[in-house]
């Protein structure tokens, strides 16, 4: 690992802000540089550390990949248009959705179907159209390390690993909160003066609903996992967990409809308790609402006839399921 973590207790959010703004003035020097905006709060607080830093000098782009959840892209479009920030959205779903037929197996479908068609076109076609030379992101120490330990590829992480992103992509990519875990990135979001629904949003993967479709990645099974997300975040979201999440499944499974036999999908619900992603633990949720989530889902997504709830720690598990 070449930076060193910054732990939430040694952390002066004030003055790692002022170092950070001077260090990406200094990286950018007077060029154009793109920031990958996802609206999670590592993309948000490095988007707002280099708008402070270039001002219009500073691209915003949200890409829209199609496995975003519901009103995800205009949400996160009017939250930083009122701080003052414009974004960009860049529709490349059937680029994502072309990538990802047909592929399977986890690591293949991080690599080939979101890693490779995010850094090799799409923000590859932004940064020669907008004459960019640098590829701003936020990349966290957490994300490092456990691709570093073989844990996971995560989608974003490329010269820890031995990847040159100049060699393989063409620009430069600047990563200047990749010291700092999860609640520490908190810590300066809050400094920012970002609002709470984005300082303490919970976590969501850079490969978004694609980490939650095991088996192939189509339209139609995102539509469904996309449903059933927004079902388990409305029931569940507001109880403090780390995450909560919902999981479709591979294989069909009986059920019965109108008293016949009726094969359909299997979703699980995943809802975790954690201080940052590294170990997590299953929260405790009382019965009646799991029973309340499944009915919801197996009612609103006529596809769904089955419903588990996940009550493995990490590890062994992990937090998304690919
Ligand atoms: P796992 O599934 O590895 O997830 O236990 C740990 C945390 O990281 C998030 N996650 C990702 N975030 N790119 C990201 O930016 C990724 O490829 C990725 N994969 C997982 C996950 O949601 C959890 O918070």
Same mark, same amino acid.
């Given at each position: 690992?070449?930076?060193?973590?910054?732990?939430?207790?040694?952390?002066?959010?004030?003055?790692?802000?002022?170092?950070?703004?001077?260090?990406?003035?200094?990286?950018?020097?007077?060029?154009?540089?793109?920031?990958a905006?996802?609206?999670?709060?590592?993309?948000?607080?490095?988007?707002?550390?280099?708008?402070?830093?270039?001002?219009?000098?500073?691209?915003?782009y949200f890409i829209e990949n199609?496995?975003?959840?519901?009103?995800?892209?205009?949400?996160?479009?009017?939250?930083?248009?009122?701080?003052?920030?414009?974004?960009?959205?860049v529709?490349a779903?059937?680029?994502?959705?072309?990538?990802?037929?047909?592929?399977?197996?986890?690591?293949?479908?991080?690599?080939?179907?979101?890693?490779?068609?995010f850094?090799?076109?799409v923000?590859?076609?932004?940064?020669?159209?907008?004459?960019?030379?640098?590829?701003?992101?936020?990349?966290?120490?957490?994300?490092?390390?456990?691709?570093?330990?073989?844990?996971?590829?995560?989608?974003?992480?490329?010269?820890?690993?031995?990847?040159?992103?100049?060699?393989?992509?063409?620009?430069?990519?600047?990563?200047?909160?990749?010291?700092?875990?999860?609640?520490?990135?908190?810590?300066?979001?809050?400094?920012?003066?970002?609002?709470?629904?984005?300082?303490?949003?919970?976590?969501?993967? !850079?490969?978004?609903? =694609?980490?939650?479709?095991?088996? @192939? #990645?189509?339209?139609?099974?995102? $539509?469904?996992?996309?449903? +059933? /997300?927004?079902?388990?975040?409305?029931?569940?979201?507001?109880?403090?967990?780390?995450?909560?999440?919902?999981?479709?499944?591979?294989?069909?499974?009986?059920?019965?409809? !109108?008293?016949?036999? =009726?094969?359909?999908?299997?979703? @699980? #619900?995943?809802?975790?308790?954690? $201080?940052?992603?590294?170990? +997590? /633990?299953?929260?405790?949720?009382?019965?009646?609402?799991?029973?309340?989530?499944?009915?919801?889902?197996?009612?609103?997504?006529?596809?769904?006839?089955?419903?588990?709830?996940?009550?493995?720690?990490?590890?062994?598990?992990?937090? @998304?399921?690919?």
């Amino acid at each position: 690992m070449s930076a060193s973590e910054i732990i939430l207790e040694k952390l002066d959010a004030g003055r790692f802000i002022v170092e950070q703004v001077a260090a990406i003035r200094k990286a950018v020097g007077d060029a154009i540089a793109i920031s990958a905006l996802s609206g999670g709060v590592d993309s948000a607080v490095v988007t707002l550390l280099a708008h402070r830093a270039m001002g219009d000098r500073l691209k915003t782009y949200f890409i829209e990949n199609g496995l975003m959840r519901e009103g995800e892209a205009s949400q996160i479009v009017r939250i930083f248009e009122a701080l003052g920030v414009p974004v960009a959205v860049v529709d490349a779903s059937d680029k994502f959705f072309a990538a990802l037929k047909g592929v399977t197996e986890p690591e293949e479908k991080r690599e080939k179907g979101i890693t490779q068609v995010f850094y090799k076109d799409v923000f590859a076609g932004l940064v020669r159209a907008s004459g960019a030379t640098v590829l701003l992101q936020g990349t966290n120490y957490t994300d490092v390390e456990e691709t570093a330990a073989g844990v996971k590829r995560q989608h974003n992480v490329f010269e820890q690993i031995g990847i040159d992103p100049k060699a393989a992509f063409g620009y430069q990519v600047l990563e200047p909160i990749v010291q700092l875990r999860k609640p520490a990135v908190r810590a300066v979001a809050r400094a920012l003066g970002l609002p709470r629904e984005i300082a303490e949003r919970p976590p969501f993967p !850079g490969p978004a609903l =694609a980490a939650r479709v095991i088996g @192939e #990645v189509t339209r139609e099974r995102v $539509a469904i996992v996309r449903r +059933a /997300t927004l079902i388990v975040e409305e029931e569940l979201g507001h109880r403090g967990a780390f995450q909560v999440l919902a999981v479709l499944h591979e294989d069909p499974v009986t059920g019965v409809r !109108g008293g016949r036999r =009726a094969f359909g999908q299997q979703v @699980e #619900v995943r809802c975790w308790d954690s $201080a940052d992603a590294v170990t +997590a /633990t299953p929260t405790n949720i009382p019965f009646h609402l799991l029973c309340r989530v499944a009915e919801r889902i197996t009612s609103e997504i006529p596809e769904v006839v089955s419903v588990t709830y996940n009550i493995t720690s990490k590890p062994p598990s992990c937090i @998304e399921a690919v």
